[in-house]
């Protein structure tokens, strides 16, 4: 079973400033198989990344995902107050077939 | 606009079985993968399994043979169980369309959540 390990833990910049987030696997994952969501306090998380690098709808263009292989980024270009929540990145594994997620990182406010 | 609505019983005693629905709307149901997912308090997420709208489920494993997951197609609803509870299941339970296949598969969109407390 594939690993994720999420770094930092916990992130505290200003708005305006550059995020980014680190989401590392046990061994190697499809590019295609590597997603990423948001999840705001009370909220249920939301997709924002998904194949490693697409945007789902409706996400701005400061969110990019990038990485490969092992080593996957999700990087927020510049904060915008409602960017504070936790992220987690997600993997599919087809054998066995099933889903694991990181542990996440929180971007919160400085 | 596919949105997902569920509901179950909220607080359960230990050895106790979890009822969870979720129904789709606004969409259709045949085509997709439907999850479970649940999230201790202040922790991380956590997939349960998956059905398609024919019937074949996925688990992991260590819930494997606690869980099932069935789907009721002519209702757009599909259902999660889980056998004898413990504290240590308690937790917000999410629902969720799994979409891209098997080619580029994640979750979009995902249920408004149901916090599940065992105690007794």
């Known amino acids: 079973e594939i690993v994720l390990t999420q770094s930092p833990g916990t992130l505290s910049l200003s708005p305006g400033e550059r995020a980014t987030l680190s989401c590392r696997a046990s061994?190697?994952?499809?590019?295609?198989?590597l997603a990423w969501y948001q999840q705001k306090p009370g909220q249920a998380p939301r997709l924002l990344i998904y194949g490693a690098s697409s945007r789902a709808t409706g996400i701005p263009d400061r969110f990019t995902g990038s990485g490969s292989g092992t080593d996957f980024t999700l990087t927020i270009s510049r904060l915008e107050p409602e960017d504070f929540a936790v992220y987690y990145c997600q993997q599919y594994g087809s054998s066995p077939p099933i889903f694991t997620f990181g542990p996440g990182t929180k971007v919160d406010i400085k | 606009q596919v949105q997902l609505q569920q509901w179950g019983a909220g607080l359960l005693k230990p050895s106790e079985t979890l009822s969870l629905t979720c129904a789709v709307y606004?969409?259709?149901?045949?085509?997709?993968?439907w999850s479970w997912i649940r999230q201790p308090p202040g922790k991380g997420l956590e997939w349960i399994g998956k059905i398609n709208h024919s019937g074949s489920t996925n688990y992991i494993p260590s819930l494997k043979s606690r869980v099932t997951i069935s789907v009721a197609t002519s209702k757009n609803h599909f259902s999660l169980k889980l056998r004898s509870v413990t504290a240590a299941d308690t937790a917000v339970y999410y629902c969720?369309?799994?979409?891209?296949?098997?080619?580029?598969?994640?979750?979009?969109?995902w249920g408004q959540g149901t916090l599940v407390t065992v105690s007794s």
């Open positions: 606004g969409g259709s149901f045949s085509g997709y993968s």
């Open positions: 061994q190697s994952v499809s590019s295609s198989y």
């Open positions: 969720a369309r799994g979409i891209g296949g098997s080619s580029s598969p994640h979750f979009d969109p």
